[in-house]
Nanobody, 116 residues
Framework: QVQLVESGGGLKQAGESLRLSCAAS????????MGWYRQAPGKQRELVAF???????TYTYPVKGRFAISRDNARNTVYLQMNNLKPEDTAVYYC??????????WGQGTQVTVSS
């Protein structure tokens, strides 16, 4: 019902910035919230940032003050602005969309690599 496609990943040096995008298609009216998770090698997938249709946001503590999540007016695209990148931000970043009934959809992931 919902398809998510991420873009914007790449290689950056510490201190630089990067912006990720995720476009949703299909039954987007069912989506209540969109956000980002990440998974580093050997680590569990963790929440990075999430935003509801009402505008409520949540961030994992390590990215607070550096990352910012936003959605477009149509609520079908979510962005993650990543500033002051650190090597520990290196991970595969996955877009996520949650429906009103809590069903979740996942994107294919986009690699973010930060060198020191």
């Amino acid at each position: 019902q919902v398809q998510l496609v991420e873009s914007g990943g790449g290689l950056k040096q510490a201190g630089e910035s990067l912006r990720l995008s995720c476009a949703a298609s299909g039954s987007i009216f069912r989506i209540n919230a969109m956000g980002w998770y990440r998974q580093a090698p050997g680590k569990q997938r963790e929440l990075v940032a999430f935003q509801t249709n009402a505008g409520s946001t949540t961030y994992t503590y390590p990215v607070k003050g550096r990352f910012a999540i936003s959605r477009d007016n149509a609520r079908n695209t979510v962005y993650l602005q990543m500033n002051n990148l650190k090597p520990e931000d290196t991970a595969v970043y996955y877009c996520n969309a949650a429906e009103w009934n809590d069903r979740a959809y996942w994107g294919q992931g986009t690699q973010v690599t930060v060198s020191s």
